[in-house]
Structures are given as C-alpha cells and as structure tokens.
T-cell receptor, first 110, second 112 residues
Framework: GQNIDQPTEMTATEGAIVQINCTYQTSGFNGLFWYQQHAGEAPTFLSYNVLDGLEEKGRFSSFLSRSKGYSYLLLKELQMKDSASYLCARRAGGYNKLIFGAGTRLAVHP | SAVISQKPSRDICQRGTSLTIQCQVDSQVTMMFWYRQQPGQSLTLIATANQGSEATYESGFVIDKFPISRPNLTFSTLTVSNMSPEDSSIYLC?????????FGPGTRLLVL
C-alpha cells in the first residue's frame, strides 16, 4: 500500500497486550491514523497522531515517531471482540486523502 | 463525528450494467471521498468528490468508469459503469470531519 508496511497477521491471548507496528514513507507526511475493521464491516476510527509521542485512549494507545516513519498501536487487556483487522493509514500532504496499508489481521484466542 | 449512510448496502449485478451508489451525511462536510476495498485487501482511494466541480481521481481510476456527483455538502453518488466481475468489491464513502476521516457502512457489489 504505497510504502506503508505492517504485519499481515498476528495472534494473541485474551487478557494480554499486543503491539501492531506500522512503518511509512515520510515524504509528504501529515498525520497517521489507525482504524479497526471487523469482517464484513466498515473501518472504525481508533486514533490519529500528528505529533511524536504516545496517545492513550482507554485500552488502545497509539505511538508516533515522525523522524523514523514509525507508528504502533498498542492494545491492552485483549478481548475476543478485538479480533479484527487493524489498518494503518497516513494522510498525504495538507489534504484529507488517506493512503492505507494492507492491514494486520489480529486473532485473539482464549 | 458524522453519521454516514449508503444505499444500496449490497447488490448483485450483471456484467455490462451500471450501478449508482448513494452516500448521505447527516451534516455538511467539505471533504467526501470514495474508496474501494477488493476482497481480502485494504482500502484504495478512487476519488475525492468536490462540491460544485468535477471529482479528483486517483491514478488508475477514470471518470468514464466511475462518474461521481456531489450536488451539495451532504450528498454524493458514485456510479460503477459497464461493470465486469473485477469490479466486485466493497465501495465505501468517507467524509473528512475535523482532523479525522469517517467511513460509511459500505456497499457490497458482486458482478456476475
């Protein structure tokens, strides 16, 4: 997906913590988004980072390093309902156009 | 946030025909977008629907195949023209709202 890389699949255990990494092309960068998408449903907005550092929102946190072209989504206290695809996307330029990675399919097991 | 609805939610069409997908938003938004998500893949931007002017298409997408209308700040349509089985996909409307972008529920299209 246009130089956005994230792992294809991950598995984790219920109650555990999982970190999903995303690297992206830094040129024209103007914000990094994470979306959750359950099978057969539309993507749901999780987080937006434009400055370096960690943004925490309940069980989900997102981190950004602009100089490294790197972000991660951290999911704590995993629940079975967290089994979904997680899409990393960057905003291109001063414009709301989003470029998506291929997504990471997370499977949470009991 | 914005509430986004799409019609139809799904359809099965014959090759060579055309389908128009509608997107309605519950508030006025400047930016509206159309994405495609092919089976097992991520989202690809088709075009930006501009109110009062022609849509802006991404590389690989053309107006003759995907004509778009944007008559006002709450509504847009995407037409998939002269369909082939390769057009089988989910088509998603999206709006820019503040710093964030939200997605409609999608239209699942199967072309036979």
């Amino acid at each position: 997906g246009q130089n956005i890389d994230q792992p294809t699949e991950m598995t984790a255990t219920e109650g555990a913590i999982v970190q999903i990494n995303c690297t992206y092309q830094t040129s024209g960068f103007n914000g990094l988004f994470w979306y959750q998408q359950h099978a057969g449903e539309a993507p749901t907005f999780l987080s937006y980072n434009v400055l370096d550092g960690l943004e925490e929102k309940g069980r989900f946190s997102s981190f950004l390093s602009r100089s490294k072209g790197y972000s991660y989504l951290l999911l704590k206290e995993l629940q079975m309902k967290d089994s979904a695809s997680y899409l990393c996307a960057r905003r291109a330029g001063g414009y709301n156009k989003l470029i998506f990675g291929a997504g990471t399919r997370l499977a949470v097991h009991p | 946030s914005a509430v986004i609805s799409q019609k139809p939610s799904r359809d099965i069409c014959q090759r060579g025909t055309s389908l128009t997908i509608q997107c309605q938003v519950d508030s006025q938004v400047t930016m509206m977008f159309w994405y495609r998500q092919q089976p097992g893949q991520s989202l690809t931007l088709i075009a930006t629907a501009n109110q009062g002017s022609e849509a802006t298409y991404e590389s690989g997408f053309v107006i003759d195949k995907f004509p778009i209308s944007r008559p006002n700040l709450t509504f847009s349509t995407l037409t998939v023209s002269n369909m082939s089985p390769e057009d089988s996909s989910i088509y998603l409307c999206s709006v820019g709202f503040g710093e964030t972008q939200y997605f409609g529920p999608g239209t699942r299209l199967l072309v036979l």
